[in-house]
């Protein structure tokens, strides 16, 4: 049989046949073995085959193959430093939800995002949710922000996930789409994804005071069906995100505003750090290029680690 993962807790797997029947099911144990070094072999979105246990009993499977992927989220294990984790596969674009500061979103943290959704084939937009929040100096940071990714080629929108503001605008985006919804705990994924499908109901909590941290509602990834012909995929909050396996003369190619101006550069291998005439480095000079963005690429390119603590954020 055939199917699709809707939700993975780890060690079993709810799979939705072609038919629309749901299955739970689980993985053998030589499959984990298979060259597969991630920490989930099968991830949310996996279009997988599957053998039922005992066609006499309630639905219980086991996957046997996974389908080749189009493209997938992946970053490191925080944990697990030599291993990976998958978030979610077949994903028609990306949401990623940003905070000015409840909780802080740093630029690091969203451009470690954005260069992986570019690496393995995913749009990503940008929700820069709790504008009701916002005094008059912090709009105004936001608006900064949001014009530092459209530059750069991302699309930026400002949203109220608690009173509806462009919610429908996310709404619209989504209709015949898979989309996963991302960013840190307390960014207000919950909040956003039950605002545009009320009838999920999923569970959302307050921001931890002390650290002005989110604090985890969502425990595992998983997909949903919706009324208007969209599917969402609801994943953790990430605190760090890890960037796996990128090549370091590749990297600039997944930032889009590096990669438009790399054919003006003298050498073609240009890693845009002391060469002359490197197109980068003139338009960062200039202005047209964000020193956060080219901070961020220096980092991932020397192998810096993500600052994955939320409590370590600078006071404003």
């Not at 937009?125 to 080629?153: C, P, S």
Request: proline letters at 3%; glycine letters at 8%; hydrophobic letters at 35%.
């Amino acid at each position: 049989m055939k199917g699709t993962v809707y939700k993975s807790t780890g060690s079993w797997y709810q799979v939705k046949s072609e038919e629309g029947k749901f299955y739970n099911c689980r993985i053998k144990g030589k499959f984990r073995i298979q060259g597969i070094k991630s920490t989930n072999p099968v991830a949310v979105g996996d279009r997988v085959e599957f053998d039922l246990e005992d066609k006499d009993a309630e639905a219980q499977g086991v996957i046997k193959e996974i389908e080749a992927r189009e493209n997938y989220i992946i970053r490191k294990s925080v944990n697990l430093s030599k291993q990976v984790h998958i978030i979610a596969a077949n994903i028609d674009q990306v949401f990623l939800l940003v905070t000015l500061n409840n909780p802080p979103t740093l630029t690091t943290f969203i451009d470690r995002f954005l260069v992986t959704a570019e690496a393995y084939g995913v749009k990503a937009v940008i929700l820069f949710n709790k504008t009701d929040t916002y005094n008059e100096e912090e709009l105004i940071e936001v608006k900064y922000l949001a014009a530092i990714y459209r530059n750069a080629g991302y699309e930026c929108i400002g949203i109220s996930a608690k009173n509806g503001k462009n919610v429908a605008k996310v709404k619209e985006l989504m209709l015949g789409q898979t989309s996963m919804f991302a960013g840190h705990s307390g960014t207000g994924k919950s909040t956003l994804i039950n605002a545009i499908a009320p009838g999920l109901n999923l569970k959302t909590s307050a921001l931890s005071e002390q650290h002005k941290q989110g604090q985890h509602t969502t425990t595992f990834a998983e997909m949903f069906d919706l009324k208007f012909d969209a599917r969402i995929i609801d994943t953790p909050g990430i605190k760090g995100f890890g960037v796996v396996e990128i090549d370091r003369d590749e990297l600039g190619d997944y930032f889009p505003e590096f990669f438009s101006r790399k054919q003006n550069c003298k050498f073609n291998n240009c890693l845009h750090l002391e060469e002359p005439k490197c197109a980068v480095k003139e338009d960062l000079e200039a202005g047209e290029i964000a020193w956060s963005r080219y901070k961020s690429y220096l980092q991932i390119l020397e192998g810096e680690e993500d600052n994955y603590r939320t409590d370590i954020y600078p006071k404003k």
